[in-house]
């Protein structure tokens, strides 16, 4: 399960968190990040699974 979780707007802030979670990628690896377009499957409830996520996470970014 992710320890850090990247939470942004898309209207202003996606491009500069993709950036963000590509260098926690790089140094922490991809199960220790989660960004939704990357991490979340299709076809799950939205909604529930980003509460699981922070629920579960160590370091919550907005």
């Known amino acids: 399960m992710p320890q850090i979780f990247i939470s942004y707007r898309r ?4 491009a500069i968190a ?6 926690l990628v790089a140094h922490f690896g991809k199960s ?3 960004l939704d377009v990357d991490t979340i499957p299709f076809g799950l409830d939205f909604r529930d699974c980003l509460k699981g996520e922070v629920q579960q996470c160590q370091v919550l970014t907005q």
């Open 11 to 14: 209207r202003d802030s996606e």
């Open 18 to 23: 993709g950036q963000i979670y590509d260098r």
């Open 32 to 34: 220790a990040s989660c």
